[in-house]
T-cell receptor, first 114, second 113 residues
Framework: DTEVTQTPKHLVMGMTNKKSLKCEQH?????MYWYKQKAKKPPELMFV???????INESVPSRFSPECPNSSLLNLHLHALQPEDSALYLC?????????????FGNGTRLTVT | GESVGLHLPTLSVQEGDNSIINCAYS??????FIWYKQESGKGPQFIID?????DKRQGQRVTVLLNKTVKHLSLQIAATQPGDSAVYFC????????????FGGGTRLMVKP
């Protein structure tokens, strides 16, 4: 099983709802990531946090709002999403943003926007 | 009807045979490469990585080959097992881009018993 834990595993929300995705790792990694994956496609980078600070935002719409409360936790706050935002949202972590080491992924949250 | 781009390339092999999954990468400046395995309903799982100063790296039942001349990466799986059935992604990055991975499109491996 993965050492990156994501909750919930499944989420169904309406376009007017506000919800949050949560991610936790206890490997001492200092970089954490949010990826979005559509069916039969590779993961696409959304955000990178390095030492609890947002370092990369890949032009993600403001209806997605990341938060890193501490080095072990990463949240993704969702508000006013569209049906096309339905996807698998993956969290990942690595030793550091600028140290080439493999990303460790969680099993994702399957999001459906109705 | 079918839509372009919604079907992953598929490799079908017999259990016990060796599998070779190929990946063409785009950036000649990339210097770190990773193979991930993604099973249905799960996140990508790290398999093996290789840096650009190497041509070959071996793990348990897996070997990654890197040909920088033609920008080609391959993953060889020895004695393929049903549990190897999954989608395999290659990913590349540059040293000065940290861990901003660029993923390839993926290949589905199906193992026939």
């Amino acid at each position: 099983d993965t050492e990156v834990t994501q909750t919930p595993k499944h989420l169904v929300m309406g376009m007017t709802n506000k919800k949050s995705l949560k991610c936790e790792q206890h490997m001492g990694h200092r970089a954490m990531y949010w990826y979005k994956q559509k069916a039969k496609k590779p993961p696409e980078l959304m955000f990178v946090y390095s030492y609890e600070k947002l370092s990369i935002n890949e032009s993600v719409p403001s209806r997605f709002s990341p938060e890193c409360p501490n080095s072990s936790l990463l949240n993704l706050h969702l508000h006013a999403l569209q049906p096309e935002d339905s996807a698998l949202y993956l969290c990942a972590s690595s030793h550091g943003e600028f140290y080439n080491s493999p990303l460790h992924f969680g099993n994702g949250t399957r999001l459906t926007v109705t | 009807g079918e839509s372009v781009g919604l079907h992953l390339p598929t490799l079908s092999v017999q259990e016990g045979d060796n599998s070779i999954i190929n990946c063409a990468y785009s950036n000649s400046a990339s210097d770190y490469f990773i193979w991930y395995k993604q099973e249905s309903g799960k996140g990508p799982q790290f398999i093996i990585d290789i840096r650009s100063n190497m041509d070959k790296r071996q793990g348990q039942r897996v070997t990654v080959l890197l040909n920088k001349t033609v920008k080609h990466l391959s993953l060889q799986i020895a004695a393929t097992q049903p549990g190897d059935s999954a989608v395999y992604f290659c990913a590349e990055t540059m040293n000065n881009a940290g861990n901003m991975l660029t993923f390839g499109g993926g290949t589905r491996l199906m193992v026939k018993p």
